[in-house]
């Protein structure tokens, strides 16, 4: 088991060189989250976006079995679903032991409040949202996930408004490597798959753009790559071993040999 010192200097050297320089602030809170919870910035635990900490799914699961939790009961909220319109509602209970009498979150999700990378996933989504915030109660995480917040884009738009956007951008910026939001956002998106599934990112690159179709990555333009990220995102949570099949594929045969 790594110490909270050895942790707290694991944190501080992946937060300079993710981040660089971060406000006194937010170091502060990076201090008592890893003294406290002992939560990793290297395995994807905690993310910095826009200058505020936020803990992830995989962070607060890992919290909890640390912990020993005792378990997690999830259930749907039937008045508050609509399979229509992907409308989804859960409740979520966490026993910290067995004599523990639960800690209750629930959460939402819809196309009007979940990232466009996540579409027709609304119900996972809702699931987790749920768990976090009963997670986050039950171990007094006082700050938010990342899974809870609209994630990384924003309100679900058009095809022509898209399209719109994406011509206004120049050429260099439509793969979401410039400064505009939505590239930035996908970019951090594709960081957090990376961190959170301890992926290598040389090859997820190289994978980026065999799915693109392209020379390189900068060619792509902004729905493709971020069409590549949805896809991702989705086989790593579905099955992370069969993607690092995929991944390996792409090593050089001098990498390759043992």
């Known amino acids: 088991m790594v110490d909270k010192s050895q942790m707290l200097n694991l944190n501080k050297r992946w937060c300079r060189r993710l981040w660089k320089d971060i406000s006194p602030l937010a170091s502060h809170i990076l201090s ?17 976006l826009e200058g505020r ?5 995989s962070g607060l699961l890992a ?14 909220v039937a008045t508050l679903c609509d399979p229509q319109s992907q409308r989804w509602a859960f409740k979520a209970t966490v026993y910290k032991s067995r ?8 959460g939402d999700a819809d196309p009007s409040n979940v990232s466009a990378l996540v579409h027709g996933a609304e119900i996972r ?19 938010c996930s990342v899974e809870e917040i609209g994630s990384f884009a924003g309100p679900a738009q058009t095809k022509r408004e898209t399209n ?17 939001g939505n ?13 959170q599934h301890q992926l290598d990112p040389v090859l997820v690159k190289a994978y980026a753009v065999d799915f693109c179709g392209t020379n390189t990555l900068r060619e792509a333009n902004r729905e493709q790559v971020e069409n590549f990220v949805a896809h991702l995102a989705d086989w790593a949570e579905k099955d992370r071993n069969s993607l690092l099949c995929q991944l390996n594929s792409y090593l050089r045969p001098q990498e390759g040999a043992a």
């Open 32 to 48: 008592e989250l890893t003294k406290i919870h002992l939560l990793s910035i290297a395995a994807g635990e905690l993310l910095l």
């Open 53 to 57: 900490w936020y803990v992830t799914h």
């Open 63 to 76: 919290l909890a079995r640390r912990n020993r939790c005792a378990g997690i009961h999830v259930q749907p």
């Open 99 to 106: 004599s523990c009498r639960g800690f209750v979150g629930y």
């Open 125 to 143: 989504v809702a699931e987790t949202r749920a768990v976090n915030r009963a997670l986050r109660k039950a171990y007094g995480i006082g700050i």
């Open 164 to 180: 719109s956007e994406t011509r206004k951008l120049p050429p260099h910026s439509a793969n979401g490597n410039s400064n505009n």
């Open 183 to 195: 590239g930035t956002r996908v970019r951090d998106r594709l960081c957090q798959i990376i961190r």
